[in-house]
DNA sequence: CGGCGAATTGACGGACGTCAACTGCTGTGG
DNA sequence: CCACAGCAGTTGACGTCCGTCAATTCGCCG
């Protein structure tokens, strides 16, 4: 329950964090908790009012929305990321379920304290306002994949994405289950195997949870990616030391961090 | 080009400026201009660096995605609403074009200004931390909306959003042509001819841009409107003075005034 | 060993996109 | 004033993509 300075440098690394003023962030993490849950615990469900803002330490998380009965995934979160700070920010009720994916340690911070924060000091407030920022455009990339692609097209681009975000070489593992990332994707277990099916043209093999790229270059032409869309492949950063809070906010998923 | 007063005091009144100093919001439009645009102008383009945060203040305008020559529109925006805050918040290329439907005033604050009004006003970093959130839960709605529900319930919610958002009489009139709402629920303008005919059973008669709803509670039966997905029902703001910065931001199209 | 759930495969049906033809409106120019 | 072009909207036919249902296989864990 009480932080281990380890991880409280991680969580002060944060973009979020890394401009607050040290009384700040002192007063945030005070009363916070960091509390472990195992596999499928539901952190908080949709609808319901969110008391915590939440940084997913270690370990893999996901966010879900429902309609009549029926279920989809929004975001896969990676460590380190932030959640439902859009909400924190508005005190409003939740519009999305987090669920933990596999175990996980999770730091918990008081809303309210994260709200006075802001007031108190223009640094973390205007944090705030980037992270934000980032999720929305990652959530803008989002919607315009699921709205302008096809199922294999977005299967395509998700796994040139992940392949540069496990180091480029041609083999890569997918890091969950592959109904999670149906559902993700927007369709079905069974389409997603029928679009993995697909692209075996394109050189992909799968193996259980171990996928290979034999021939990017006719995955790629397919993929089309696009870096209004896939924020993976950013330009050279010409702004320096901007761009990549924007990144890593999208790094999970084919999308974004979502808050 | 100078302001009229009437338009500084509307721009005045918006959430995101009526909690800053007043001296910040005066250097904010200080540098600003107020231009009228003819139907039809593209005022800014996908991919292009943004170099002014804009805030409609008359007119009708829409944010459109594209991708290998598809194109869909994301949001449409009414009166008085600012859009692209968060490319200009990142100083980052934008993500969708931006277009105006009718002719339109418009009022341009340099984005430099904006940031560096958030840097020194926490009062106006807070606000722009909340509007931020806004359309980032205006987007999460959104996509629930795209990937949980059949085309013609998004019609049917569309439908019952509008007539409220019109005084809740049984006839609403569509505010735009036909072809940019299909592009806005996801669809082609020849399936939204067969999802207004799917929903005669139901009560809904169309004539030109005219629509009246004749049988609400069974059209509501199958729209099945939900306040996590359709911000136009928000419970009764049991924490006072929140809640409408989220509803106003949300009250274009199905979903955002997205920035 | 037995059972459960994930993943795959096939068959089927429905939803949606595409193409084409037709209507009706509007604005233009002879 | 009317003829015509152009575009939005509608309708029909058709094909494809995708969801649903069912059966089967496989791996994991009790």
Redesign the interface.
């Known amino acids: 329950m009480p932080m281990r300075s380890v991880d409280i440098e991680r969580v002060r690394a944060l973009p979020l964090f890394q401009c607050a003023a040290q009384r700040t962030f002192d007063n945030l993490i005070a009363g916070a908790f960091l509390q472990k849950f195992p596999a499928g615990t539901t952190l908080l469900m ?2 319901d009012p969110v008391d915590f803002l939440y940084v997913l330490i270690e370990g893999l998380a996901e966010l879900q ?4 009965d ?1 279920e ?1 995934t ?1 975001a896969v979160l990676r460590p380190v990321s932030t959640f439902i ?3 924190v ?5 939740a ?2 379920t987090a669920r933990t994916i596999e175990r996980s340690d999770i730091l918990m911070i008081s809303g309210e304290s994260v709200r006075r924060a ?6 973390f ?2 944090a ?3 992270e ?6 990652g ?6 994949n ?4 096809g199922a294999s097209e977005r299967l395509a681009n998700y796994l040139l994405a992940e392949q540069v975000s496990q180091g480029g070489g041609p083999t890569l593992i997918l890091p969950h289950e592959k109904r999670v990332l149906a559902s993700l994707l ?1 369709m079905t277990p069974e389409n997603l195997s029928r679009a993995f099916a697909n692209l075996t043209d394109y050189g992909v093999t799968v193996n259980g949870p171990q996928v290979t790229l034999l021939r990017p270059i006719a995955l790629d032409r397919l993929a ?1 990616p ?4 896939d924020s993976h492949l950013q330009p050279s950063a010409a ?1 320096v030391g ?2 990549d ?2 990144c890593r906010a999208s790094a999970a998923g084919t999308i974004g961090a ?2």
């Open positions: 949709e609808g929305g429902t309609w009549n029926k989809t929004l700070l859009a909400a920010v508005l005190d409003a009720d519009l999305m802001m007031k108190e000091d223009a640094g407030a205007v705030v306002a980037e934000l920022s980032g999720c929305y455009r959530l803008v990339r989002t919607v315009k699921q709205k302008l692609r927007g089309k696009d870096r209004l869309i702004r901007m761009a809070r924007e979502l808050n």
